[in-house]
């Protein structure tokens, strides 16, 4: 069974940055995808950014230019790098994976890091 365990979020200011990291354990040979959804109080979880274990990467529009995802492989790690964060981005952060290359839908999941981006 694979575990993810998220790190890095925390409160910042609008236009400031955070990283956050993803550990995966137990299997991570069979996974294809890891990326990052996110979840605001009564929104929908939402895809923000993933990487295939090739290192092919795809961000959403809300998120492009802003924040950029990488994958370490040999250390089974996956990071989001999020500049210029605006309050809009504050939400629950969780860390996925899946078998196949799309992340839609994920087959493993963390149990979510706060962000919170305000003044």
């Known amino acids: 069974q694979v575990r993810l365990v998220e790190s890095g979020g925390g409160l910042v200011q609008p236009g400031g940055s955070l990283t956050l990291s993803c550990a995966a354990s137990?299997?991570?040979?069979?996974?294809?995808?890891m990326g990052w959804y996110r979840q605001a109080p009564g929104n929908e979880r939402e895809l923000v950014a993933a990487?295939?274990?090739?290192?092919?990467?795809k961000e959403a529009d809300f998120v492009k230019g802003r924040f950029a995802i990488s994958r370490d492989n040999a250390a089974n790690t996956a990071s989001l790098q999020m500049n210029s964060l605006k309050p809009e981005d504050t939400a629950v952060y969780f860390c996925?994976?899946?078998?196949?290359?799309?992340?839609?839908?994920?087959?493993?999941w963390g149990q979510g890091t706060q962000v919170t981006v305000s003044s």
């Open positions: 137990g299997g991570y040979f069979a996974i294809n995808a």
């Open positions: 996925a994976a899946s078998h196949d290359y799309t992340l839609t839908p994920a087959d493993y």
């Open positions: 990487v295939t274990s090739g290192g092919r990467s």
